[in-house]
């Protein structure tokens, strides 16, 4: 049945070709660091669009701009800090590109999106001077504390510029976590472009579309995530700011991603790696240049919802008390588009002391200390960053003292005894 759907407002953000091909329509969401404080309880809270269209000529996979950036970043609430093996992850990567560069206390180090400064403190304890661009000032502030130099501003062109000008320029460009958020690709690639030495190089990391659709992880797509990257878009995109991606990891974060390593189009000095051409060619072969691929992902979006959905309703049926653990972004998404409110899930919990207290945006579900849990002795424990769940699985191992089990939403509903 042909149904009227949303018209985009915009065209695609980087080639600006206009958008006309749904890559799966998540309904209206609220923004999901929007944790609701126990006051505003009774109060109106704001729904967007949440939907995600991909462009045809350049296979940007990318969400409509609903919200501007400046209204999700500048108090946010994700501390990177929080979570074990993010830092585990950031010390891995100091440890293999300090020695890969020959990065020394000459060189200069900039992260973007720095947040409080977990990546960067790494290299100030080995010498080496850094810079952090962070636009969250709460989160900044933390940076700063420990020791780090922290700039509190969005990262563009012009904060390149004025860098450059003050001969800042890098000899390495960090960027974990900040791709998907950025609300004008253009201008922030070229903005690395401006900011890097002749020889130096960038590496960014962010979440593998290919991943993404393969398992299932429409709870990544969320208001503060503005695109979604294969290695094909990204290349595209550097290559039209005068950048080569040279080499490409395929590393485990977020459910799968890349990071990619760009130098100037002209600087010989890094060649192409087979690495990277084998990956670019495994995309094409997947179908990620053909439209097609793209359009069977709603489909398998409300398939692995009714299948959680069916879980969640013969576990309550059986008496079952359920209990989530975590309080991510892609929980909300999650929870929103499948409707699961406290109906299912009686409370979740959280490390992160800034959310405790508060209650999960749209669903309302409280979020509590973490050792409620030992207290109310769920049945289930639904883990809802499941990208932590081997982590989490072996912290809360204690749940199985009284038979609870886990449960993990993504790619399909698990149990794990
Ligand atoms: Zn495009």
């Known amino acids: 049945m042909e149904v009227a759907t949303r018209k985009p407002k915009r065209g695609c953000m980087f080639c600006g070709t206009k958008l006309h091909h749904t890559l799966v329509d998540l309904g209206m969401s609220p923004l999901c660091e929007s944790y609701v404080s126990e006051d505003k309880l ?44 993010w830092v585990q992850h950031m010390k891995n990567y100091t440890d293999m590109i300090v020695p890969r560069l020959g990065l020394t206390k000459d060189s200069f180090v900039v992260e973007v999106a720095s947040n409080d ?61 900040v791709l998907a958020q950025v609300p004008d690709v253009n201008d922030f690639v070229k903005g690395l472009e401006i900011l890097l030495k002749a ?43 005068g950048l080569t991606i040279f080499d490409v990891d395929e590393i485990p974060t977020h459910g799968g991603s890349l990071r990619i390593y760009a130098r100037h189009a002209g ?30 992902f709603t489909e398998q979006v409300n398939e692995t919802k009714r299948k959680l959905l069916e879980f969640l309703i013969s576990a309550k049926r059986e008496g079952k008390s359920i209990a989530g653990y975590g309080a991510p972004g892609k929980g909300n998404t999650l929870l929103n588009f499948c409707g699961i409110r406290t109906d299912f899930i009686d409370y979740t919990v959280d490390r992160n002391t800034y959310k405790q207290g508060k ?36 912290q809360q191992a204690y749940i199985r003292e009284w038979g609870g089990k886990f449960v993990v939403p993504i790619p399909e509903v698990k149990v794990f005894e």
Not at 47 to 67: I, M, N, R, S, T
Not at 79 to 85: C, G, I, L, P, V
Not at 148 to 175: M, N, S
Not at 365 to 394: G, S
Request: hydrophobic letters at 40%.
């Open 117 to 177: 400064g977990y990546l960067l403190q790494h290299f100030v304890n080995r010498g080496i001077p850094v810079l952090g661009i962070e636009p969250a000032a709460n989160v900044a502030k933390v940076a700063v504390e420990k020791g780090i130099p922290t700039l509190v501003r969005f990262f563009g062109c012009d904060t390149a510029k004025e860098l450059a000008a003050e001969k800042k320029q890098a000899d390495l460009i960090a960027g974990a976590n």
């Open 267 to 296: 600087d010989a000095s890094h060649p192409v790696t087979p690495k990277l051409t084998e990956l670019h060619d495994r995309e094409i072969k997947a179908g990620f240049m053909r439209l097609d691929r793209y359009s069977t």
């Open 42 to 85: 009774n109060q109106m809270e704001p729904f967007y669009p949440l939907h995600a269209y991909v462009c045809e000529k350049c296979f940007l996979v990318q969400l409509d701009e609903y919200v501007s950036a400046a209204d999700i970043f500048t108090e946010y609430a994700y501390f990177s800090s929080y979570a074990d093996s």
């Open 359 to 394: 209650f999960l945006p749209g669903t309302h579900i409280p979020i509590l200390t973490p050792d409620t849990i030992r207290k109310t002795k769920p049945d289930y424990l639904f883990i809802l960053p499941w990208n932590f769940k081997d982590e989490i699985m072996e």
């Open 199 to 241: 020889k130096g190089v960038i590496t960014i990391e962010f979440p593998h579309l290919m991943r993404l659709m393969e398992e299932n992880q429409f709870d990544t797509i969320y208001h503060e995530h503005f695109s979604y990257f294969s290695l094909i878009s990204a290349e595209k995109i550097f290559e039209a700011h």
